[in-house]
């Protein structure tokens, strides 16, 4: 199901804390959800830059690609006038940790940015997608969610957004030397040992 936006229903987190629960009649936060994914798992292909020749089928988005992740807050309502809200990075415990000076090195892909809450405001419609504004670290089985947090103080999760690399494979065979007739192999063993494939 999509909204009146275009962007997808039913695929993100519920109220944790929502004022639905507690009967305020505060316009909550209904749901933190990642665009263009639909029912399907979230994985996010870290090594490799947005763009289509890298989609793994037609009908992964290219949202999936990159570190850099876009995170959509849906309200119960529209709002009326400007209403600022938070989004945060929330690691799982037993993410990969990287050493003071992995996390310094330039590229900055050995941390997660922001590591604190961010302020967002939106001014129209039930709905927003914060662009590319949260950077997740590439270990491959890392996971992460993005809390958001309404202004009365209520958090909500999304569903979790798993870390994957993808080795990207093209097949060359030599002139006047033997091939094996499978790769097939070689997936298999990434795909039973690493989350890279």
Not at 62 to 83: E, I, K, M, Y
């Amino acid at each position: 199901m999509t909204g009146g936006s275009g962007l997808p229903e039913g695929t993100g987190g519920r109220n944790t804390l929502g004022c639905e629960a507690e009967g305020c009649g505060h316009n909550c936060i209904a749901e933190v959800f990642f665009p263009n994914v639909g029912s399907n798992p979230v994985k996010q292909f870290v090594n490799l830059p947005r763009e289509s020749r890298f989609q793994g089928s037609s009908s992964e988005h290219q949202d999936r690609l990159t570190n850099q992740v876009r995170v959509g807050v849906r309200f119960q309502r529209a709002v009326s006038g400007s209403v600022n809200f938070q989004i945060e990075l929330v690691p799982e415990t037993d993410n990969a940790e990287y050493s003071n000076t992995e996390q310094g090195r330039s590229h900055n892909r050995y941390r997660f940015t922001p590591e604190t809450a961010q302020t967002h405001t939106i001014s129209s419609g039930d709905r927003m997608v914060i662009e590319p504004d949260l950077s997740l670290t590439v270990a491959g089985g890392d996971t992460y969610r993005v809390k958001a947090t309404c202004d009365q103080g209520h958090e909500h999760l999304s569903r979790p957004i798993e870390i994957w690399r993808r080795v990207w494979l093209q097949e060359i065979q030599m002139n006047a030397v033997p091939a094996a007739s499978s790769i097939q192999p070689f997936i298999n063993y990434y795909q039973d040992n690493h989350n890279l494939v």
